[in-house]
Structure formats: C-alpha cells, structure tokens
C-alpha cells in the first residue's frame, strides 16, 4: 500500500488543491486527507465544466470513488464543512477527526478586530485562534458539535475499509 504525500512549504497558493484533484482522479485514490490549519484558503478545480471550490474538504473528492478526511488537528468550522457536503453531495463518504478544533464565531470576531492579523496576512477565518485555543486546551472540539456525529471515524479504518 502506498501513498503520496502533498506539500506547499511555501505558506500557501502553490496549487496543492488543484493537483491534489488531478492525482485523485488519475491515481484513482482511495482516501484524500486534509492536513493543516482551517479554512484559511479556498480549493477551487474545474471538472466536466463545473466549478468546484471548497474551503473545508480536500479536493481530491472530486473523485466520486474517493473519500475526504478532515484529519485531527485541522481547525473545522461545521458550517462551511457542512454547506460542502451537501453541495457536492458527500455525506457518505467525508469524515472528520472527532478531536479537530472547533473554529467558532469568537474566534472569527478575534481575528477580524486584532490588528496584528493584517501584519501576519491572516485570512481572518478563525483558524489561528482556534487552533491557539485547541493548544491551550480551551477549545471545543469536533466531538462537542451534534450536527457533526454522522461524520467521525477512525482514521485507520478509512485506509482498510
């Protein structure tokens, strides 16, 4: 079994998300897996003439035989995870890490009237506070959120299922 591995080292709009797409189509991949911060960035890829652009889930669902893994660490906002899958119609086959930071409305709040975001190039999203308050041990998470009970596994069982 083996698996190839995605990184910008570079902070960002390196084009990840769009090869990420390309190789689970070509590859045929079986699981594609979001790592890192939040929603800080949007993943957008033209596909049959459609545009899809996702901020949550990880492009590579494209590929209707592919499963998408928010994975542990991953600062989750349930809303636009939420709005994702019903728009491109993946609830049976997205997942999230039961223990991902809760991004919430205060942590957006946080950001937004902070002015050392702008000096960092925050996109405001509320992932960096969350994240802040996941390290502290203050933030809820995935686990805390009702509407997202459908979606938690095992990361284990998502390579051998």
């Not at 902070?11 to 699981?31: I, M, Q, T, V, W």
């Not at 545009?51 to 349930?78: E, Q």
């Not at 998470?141 to 051998?160: M, P, S, V």
Request: with cysteine.
């Amino acid at each position: 079994m083996g698996a190839t591995i995605i990184v910008d080292a570079f902070g960002g709009d390196g084009g990840k998300g769009k090869f990420c797409a390309f190789l689970s189509k070509r590859l045929d991949a079986k699981l594609s897996v979001r790592a890192g911060a939040g929603t800080n960035a949007g993943h957008s890829f033209f596909i049959d003439k459609e545009f899809i652009k996702t901020r949550m889930l990880p492009l590579g669902c494209v590929n209707p035989n592919t499963k998408a893994l928010i994975s542990s660490g991953v600062a989750i906002n349930p809303t636009i995870f939420l709005e994702e899958i019903n728009n491109y119609d993946l609830a049976d086959r997205a997942f999230v890490d039961r223990n991902c930071p809760v991004i919430e409305s205060k942590h957006i709040s946080y950001e937004k009237k902070d002015p050392t975001m702008i000096k960092i190039d925050s996109t405001k999203n509320g992932s960096g506070r969350a994240r802040a308050d996941y390290v502290m041990r203050r933030a809820k998470r995935a686990q805390d959120i009702k509407d997202l009970e459908g979606f938690f596994t095992f990361q284990l069982n998502l390579i051998f299922w």
